[in-house]
């Protein structure tokens, strides 16, 4: 996560920022570069919305934004408990960051996506009204339904960050120390000394998984739906219990192995299908609020 986060700081937000440059100089040729670099087109039109880069930077950033504020919420929450460890309130910080860099950057690509269709459009135009006609109610439910799809895998994604923020940092900790070695074939049952606190400390980082499953699911109210009958299809029911299960069957060791463990691909499809949900949401409304032409309107 670390390294997403500084590929994104130092990448996406200063692209913005010269973007958003360019668009408010004032000078024509620096305008047109800009918004020719916006307009970069890709192979594939929704209706009248043309994906090009301010489009996938926005959604990007967007639900970038919407993961990490549910992040900051938990951090918040850990933070307010009585007898909060240091590295808990250390880790707020981190993802207060994380919020706000995502924040700057929504800003940034939003803004400047705003401005370069300013810059096209006529020096006069008519005075908007909004006109519900039948095929622009249907056109605004499919852009909510899209939204309302997006939260089942804007909901697995939420989960992800929080594994990574709450349990990966523990787990790389507790499988660099002695005791990793000296307890790899020992059961929390038969557990003394060292292995007692090994597999004690492995424990709290399984009881903070599950709390970020069950907070996901509690941001989420369609993702949580999903996710529970996933859990019956499974025959699996996430609580104490299911931790409890887990020790009485693996040794310590195995169950930290496991305490963070994750379907890369499942997170990949989750993120592509969260974009496409937006982008969807995106070029919906923009049938019922607009016409959103790439014919260059700009006059000198």
């Known amino acids: ?20 440059l360019l668009l408010l100089s004032d000078i024509t040729l620096l305008m047109k ?5 916006l307009r970069a087109p890709l192979p594939l039109t929704l209706g009248n919305l043309q994906l090009n880069i301010a489009v996938l930077m926005t959604v990007f950033c967007g639900l970038l934004t919407v ?3 549910a992040n900051t919420q938990r951090a918040e929450m850990k933070t307010k408990k009585i007898g909060a460890l240091e590295r808990e309130t250390s880790n707020l910080f981190y993802v207060e960051r994380n919020f706000w860099l995502s924040v700057l950057a929504l ?9 370069e269709v300013l810059f096209r459009q006529r020096p006069v135009r008519p005075a908007f009204a909004l ?51 000296q307890c790899s ?6 557990a003394d000394g060292s292995c007692r606190t090994f597999c004690d400390e492995v424990r709290l980082l399984s009881e903070e998984r599950l709390s970020s499953v069950m907070f996901a699911r509690k941001w989420h109210v369609l993702g949580r739906w999903a996710a529970e009958v996933f859990d019956m299809a ?47 949401a995106f070029a919906a409304f923009s049938k019922v609020f607009g016409d959103m032409t790439e014919t260059n309107l700009h006059t000198d």
């Open 107 to 115: 800003t940034l690509w939003v803004t400047s996506w705003r401005l």
């Open 33 to 37: 570069v800009a918004s020719k670099a």
């Open 234 to 280: 499974r025959d699996v029911q996430q609580g104490p219990s299911h931790v409890n299960q887990l020790f009485e069957k693996k040794t310590c060791a195995d169950v930290l192995k496991s305490v963070d463990k994750s379907n890369d691909m499942v997170n990949a499809f989750c993120l592509v299908l969260a974009a496409v949900a937006v982008v969807v």
């Open 185 to 190: 074939n020992i059961y929390a049952s038969s």
């Open 1 to 20: 996560m670390t390294t997403f986060w500084g590929v994104f700081t130092y990448a996406s937000i200063p692209a913005g920022f010269v973007v958003l």
């Open 131 to 181: 006109n519900l006609r039948p095929s622009k109610g249907l056109y605004m439910a499919i852009g909510i339904a899209a939204l309302l799809l997006a939260d089942l895998p804007l909901c697995r994604l939420n989960y992800q960050f929080q594994i990574q923020s709450y349990v990966s940092p523990g787990k790389a900790r507790l499988q660099a120390s002695d005791a990793a070695a």
């Open 67 to 69: 993961i990490t504020y």
